[in-house]
């Protein structure tokens, strides 16, 4: 026989059945025995479920106030459409969160104390971050008290000041959020120029009343850190007043060094997602496990880690917005613990329809509003201040794997829009003056978003899938890819696994609706599709992998030169700094901060190793020791 105390397991059905005989005797008003009282409104309840739920009503009805005797109860600064959902949410454990009601409803749930219907709100909001409203975030999560509100919006605020700082929430911040941004290490500016205009605007949003704040403000202003022309222009000929005296004070006060803002450290650096972890290739991708995420920095030639993606995401979408945000989105998880027929292990995968941002500062992962569509290896596109998310891999048939959906970020949330013209089992898609090409095959399409239309444009003379594209000026760069055609006519040289002299590439003239054969990358041998077009250093590049797939890598850096036609070599990367990533990884560009990243340290691969236990290896002819561990 079971103890009396032993603990059993909550019978669930019996707790629904509660919770729904509660909501009955609500509804029709049965044993109630309290009456809340809002403006013109009543809402007869049972003290005991408020009590349950909430320490404000706890407190008032087991305290001993005088309300604990009243059969009436008036609530002051309290909005009655706001507590009717925080009763039902006593009765039903349903809480109706949606951006209308969730400022309010967290200051009710704060007022009254309702412990679980905060945190679901803060969860809330702080998914809901974004660069319109972050300053507004910084605002709430302060008044309320709740750091991990008032954390995540700062550092949205630090990340995104160069526009935020000119909008009426940040002029209308309090003096001691003002300075507690201001002062931060962790501002995105490449000038400090913008830190004294965002303090200037805001002492001057009301200059009668925050003339005493003028010397605390300007004091967060690194004054070294400006330029000669700018430190002249303020602090010489100024009027004799109060604020040039304070100016002209701090100017002689200041040391004369300054910790670089974080955005004056970052670089741009190439992305590399799906890369090969720093183990076997081989194992790893027949294995299911994911890869890692590494950066690469021409400027500095190093190699940092990236956080890798939740879930141990593989064949993801990836995009990096112009204002430097990047995201991945869809992809497949392993499914663990899967059996095959025979009993067997059997690596199972399943799509899903995730999306992150990654929060550079953190180097980790955030989750976003998850997408309508599951999708493998969806094209994403930003184009015209929206994410799209095109076509992809997925399970279903062909009407699902055309589907397109929009991500609007100041709400968060996804909506689909016009479908693709057909299902391709490969294309890609790149954005270019308002509007978004899809290329397949030897097919171009447009996507018009104001008419939420597909157009087909100009047909390309070679047919071939797997190549790469990226935008540039007036121009689509279509590179590499393996020839689809099945015979017949001539055909253009393309590239394959052999070795080739040349790299394919076509050119798409968006004003003049017109494809056209460019210059060949010039390049000794490459192992095809290992050909990613990007847009680096305010230049057309390609990384490409110069050998085969199972030889020693040595990846390259051509950039193009539009009015030569001709493509150089803008950097060898050794195999020394990068090493092997694999030929499924994506590639993208952004600028991101060597501080906030670990540095990847290189290691020798496995065949350097020789059987007799050598200290010292040749590479490019040199022979260079071994690190030490």
């Not at 995201?327 to 059997?346: T, W």
Request: charged fraction near 25%.
């Amino acid at each position: 026989m079971s103890g009396l105390g032993e603990r059993r397991p909550v019978n669930a059905d019996y707790a629904v059945s509660l919770l729904e005989q509660l909501k009955f005797f609500y509804e029709q008003k049965l044993l109630t025995d309290v009456v809340l009282l809002v403006d013109d409104s009543e809402f007869p309840c049972h003290k005991m479920v408020l009590a349950a739920c909430s320490s404000y009503f706890r407190a008032m009805f087991m305290g001993g106030l005088s309300e604990s005797k009243q059969t009436h109860v008036h609530l002051r600064n309290v909005d009655a459409t706001t507590l009717q959902i925080i009763i039902t949410y006593a009765y039903t454990g349903h809480l109706a969160i949606s951006d209308s009601t969730v400022e309010p409803l967290y200051e009710t749930a704060c007022f009254l104390q309702v412990e679980d219907a905060l945190l679901q709100c803060r969860d809330y909001l702080v998914k809901k971050i974004n660069p319109e409203n972050c300053v507004r975030m910084l605002s709430i999560g302060d008044l309320f008290s709740c750091s991990e509100l008032k954390q995540s919006a700062k550092r949205m605020v630090e990340h995104k000041f160069p526009t935020v700082y000119r909008q009426d929430a940040f002029l209308q911040l309090s003096h001691e959020l003002l300075v507690d941004v201001l002062s931060s290490d962790n501002l995105n500016v490449e000038k400090e120029e913008t830190v004294r205009e965002a303090a200037m605007l805001w002492l001057e949003y009301n200059m009668e009343a925050r003339s005493q704040h003028l010397s605390s403000v300007l004091s967060q202003i690194r004054i070294d850190a400006l330029s000669e022309v700018t430190q002249r222009a303020w602090f010489q000929g100024l009027p004799p007043n109060d604020k040039s005296v304070v100016v002209q004070g701090l100017y002689k006060s200041m040391p004369k060094f300054f910790k670089p803002r974080l955005g004056m450290t970052k670089e741009e650096m190439l992305i590399f997602m799906e890369a090969l972890s720093e183990t076997t290739g081989l194992s790893v991708m027949m294995s299911m496990t994911p890869g890692a995420m590494v950066c690469y920095s021409p400027q500095a030639e190093k190699v940092y880690k990236l956080c890798n993606p939740p879930q141990n995401l593989r064949k993801m979408g990836t995009l990096v917005t112009p204002d430097n945000d990047l995201f991945i989105a869809g992809g497949e998880i392993v499914l663990e613990n899967a059996v095959g027929r025979g009993g067997g292990p059997q690596v199972l995968v399943d799509s899903v329809d995730s999306f992150f941002w990654l929060d550079a500062q953190q180097n980790s992962w955030v989750a976003k509003t998850p997408m309508l569509c599951a999708r493998r290896k969806p094209s994403l596109v930003y184009c015209d201040g929206f994410i799209y998310a095109v076509g992809g891999d997925r399970v279903g048939g062909e009407l699902d794997r055309r589907t397109v959906e929009r991500y609007d970020r100041a709400k968060d949330e996804w909506t689909m829009v016009s479908p693709l013209p057909a299902a391709w089992f490969w294309s890609t898609c790149v954005a270019a003056h308002g509007c978004i090409y899809l290329l397949t095959h030897d097919l171009t399409y447009c996507y018009l978003p104001r008419a939420d239309a597909w157009a087909e444009m100009a047909t390309r003379k070679i047919s071939r899938c797997y190549a790469s594209a990226a935008a540039f000026g007036d121009f689509i760069f279509y590179l590499g890819g393996a020839d689809m055609r099945d015979g017949g006519g001539a055909r253009l040289p393309l590239p394959g696994p052999a070795d080739v002299s040349s790299l394919v590439v076509e050119i798409y003239d968006v004003h003049k609706n017109e494809w056209r054969r460019a210059a060949d990358v010039p390049t000794k041998r490459y192992s095809d599709p290992c050909v990613r077009a990007v847009v680096l250093l305010d230049g057309l590049c390609v990384f490409m992998r110069e050998t085969p797939m199972h030889d020693r890598p040595k990846y390259s850096i051509y950039q193009y030169d539009v009015e030569l036609d001709s493509w150089f070599l803008m950097q060898p990367v050794s195999e020394r700094v990068l090493w092997e990533l694999g030929n499924a990884f994506h590639c993208a560009v952004g600028k991101l901060y060597p501080s906030c990243l670990e540095e990847s340290p290189w290691k020798p691969p496995a065949y350097l190793f020789s059987p007799d236990d050598a200290e010292e290896f040749e590479v490019d002819g040199e022979l260079v020791s071994f690190p030490l561990a």
